[in-house]
């Protein structure tokens, strides 16, 4: 058994390192269980799933990009299903029933976060309260360069979906 996971047959040629690491991982379930069970970025450093993930990333990263990777590699493995057509913040502002799916008070607290650590439990928290759907590479991209910037275009994006639920609440 190799310590590199596979890429599968249906892998595409248009796809990005975090989305061809994301479709081996659903083929190796011991690994992705493994990921799932990680609850802090040093958890997630012991992994060998990890570090096939540097590997296909280009392992010269700074310690914080490496912890950024870390929490992303958690995260991804809690994706069931990669939803390319929305943004992660449109997902979250999805309807249910009268209100979002994820909550304006959350949704405010989520981007708010500063640490690896932090955002890699709140976001699995997020991926389970969307079904295991969210965009692989935009999420997995938005996460490893997380800053103003990114916060700015969820919150644009969330807010533009989610305000005719948040109004009728108000």
Same mark, same amino acid.
């Given at each position: 058994m190799s310590d590199e996971l596979a890429i599968p047959e249906q892998a595409r040629a248009d796809e990005t390192p975090w989305q061809r690491w994301w479709r081996a991982l659903q083929e190796r379930r011991g690994d992705r269980a493994s990921l799932r069970r990680c609850r802090s970025v040093l958890d997630v450093a012991l992994e060998p799933a990890f570090h096939d993930l540097l590997k296909r990333l280009g392992s010269r990263l700074k310690e914080v990009d490496r912890d950024r990777v870390a929490a992303v590699a958690a995260i991804l493995a809690h994706v069931e299903k990669d939803e390319p057509a929305w943004s992660i913040a449109e997902l979250m $502002?999805?309807?249910?029933? !009268?209100?979002?799916?994820?909550?304006? $008070?959350?949704?405010r607290r989520l981007l708010r976060l500063e640490s690896p650590d932090e955002l890699m439990h709140e976001l699995v928290r997020v991926i389970g309260m969307l079904g295991g759907e *969210?965009?692989? $590479?935009?999420? =997995?991209? !938005?996460? *490893?360069?997380?800053? !103003?910037?990114?916060?700015?275009?969820? =919150?644009? =994006?969330?807010?533009?979906? $989610?305000?005719?639920?948040?109004?009728?609440?108000?």
């Open positions: $502002a999805r309807p249910k029933g !009268d209100k979002p799916v994820v909550s304006d $008070a959350r949704f *969210a965009p692989v $590479a935009p999420l =997995a991209s !938005d996460l *490893a360069r997380w800053g !103003d910037p990114i916060r700015k275009r969820w =919150a644009l =994006a969330y807010y533009e979906k $989610a305000e005719p639920l948040l109004q009728s609440t108000r």
